[in-house]
């Protein structure tokens, strides 16, 4: 039985294209600015993101880490959702490697509003921590793929430099917002200092990601590049499949959003189970269970023995992910799966 793998987007595996892109591609040594491929998609990123430089890293996570440690010294806080990934899932990397504390804010759709940016922007005193980075997480994934309208990045990023913040956006999934905005990838990033998307979740790529700024901060990057072992050889290799990802698997996300409709409105209809599906915007489907002797793990797991592959997120929470990888009717069977299991 072929597994339905709604666990992440993160799941997709190279087409037979993709690969054909890879295999020929002109490479060089990327280190010393030598590989044509990624010297091409650095200059690519940097125009789609409408910033003047952008550097090619193996990992959405890399973008983060370098972004904060250029934007903080150690001792500064940096404000986020409270769930966002550079609090929750890098490894202590914004203590570590930025030297910076982290401030969380607690909100259930993931849009941060400008109220809540201003509380928790510290006042200037000798006593306290210095807030110096706002990151922006387009789309949330947390808060279950929402969309930040453009007037809100606006909103708070304009709040955030009256303060002397910078602003950083995680851009694991902006092409999945522009998709969904008709909003170019250049203006969502205006408003920020740096911004990234990453080529391996929606855009179906094996690996790599794209951080974009100033020249200056492009420049920086580089050192901690270098320093955090992502400084890469024959790199065109992986960016390959990145500039296949911008060519052909950009559009195509509308797919994987409708598809989510389809498995919000079929999940809505089964007693046990809660979710609006006017609040699935994206590819990322939260939903609840609430129904006696169930958790989430219980019925994450009992669908998998079924061929339906999810995660469980708290005791109630579930999370589904659609991606290039699985199709309408692998949306339907698995809102029919998770019917079964729980009826039965
Ligand atoms: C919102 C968000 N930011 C950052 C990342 C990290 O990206 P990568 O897996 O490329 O390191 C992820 C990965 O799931 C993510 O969902």
Known sequence: MALIELSSDTRTKPTAAMRQAIANADVGDEQAGEDPTVNALNER?????????????????????????????????????RDAHVIVWEAGGAGHLAGAQTWGIDQPDGILTVDQVAAAIRPINRGMPRSKLLVIEQTSNSGGGRVWALDRVEAVAALAHSHGLAVHMDGARLM????????????????????????????????????????????????????????????????????????????????????????????????????????????????????????????????????????????????MVTHHDVSTEDCRKAVQVVRTVLAG
């Open 176 to 319: 999945n917002a522009v998709v969904k905005s008709g909003i170019s990838p250049a203006r969502f990033a205006a408003p920020c200092d740096s911004a990234w998307i990453d080529y391996s979740k929606g855009l179906g790529a094996p690996i790599g990601a794209s951080l974009a700024g100033s020249k200056d901060f492009i420049h920086d990057a580089w050192r901690l590049k270098q320093r955090f072992g992502g400084a890469m050889r024959q790199a065109g290799i992986v960016a390959a499949a990145a500039v296949y990802a911008l060519d052909h698997h950009v559009e195509r996300l509308a797919e994987d959003h409708a598809n989510a409709q389809i498995l919000a409105r079929g999940l809505a209809e089964i007693p046990g189970i809660t979710i609006d599906p006017t609040t699935v915007e994206t590819n990322l489907v939260f939903f609840h269970l609430r129904k006696d002797g169930w958790t989430a793990d219980r019925l994450a797991t009992e669908c998998r023995a079924q061929g339906v592959a999810f995660g469980a997120f708290d005791a109630s929470r579930c999370r």
């Open 45 to 81: 990123v940097a125009d789609l993101l409408g910033k003047e430089a952008s550097v090619f890293l193996p990992s959405g996570t890399m973008c983060n880490q370098i972004a904060m440690a250029l934007h903080c010294r150690p001792g500064d806080e940096l404000i986020a959702h």
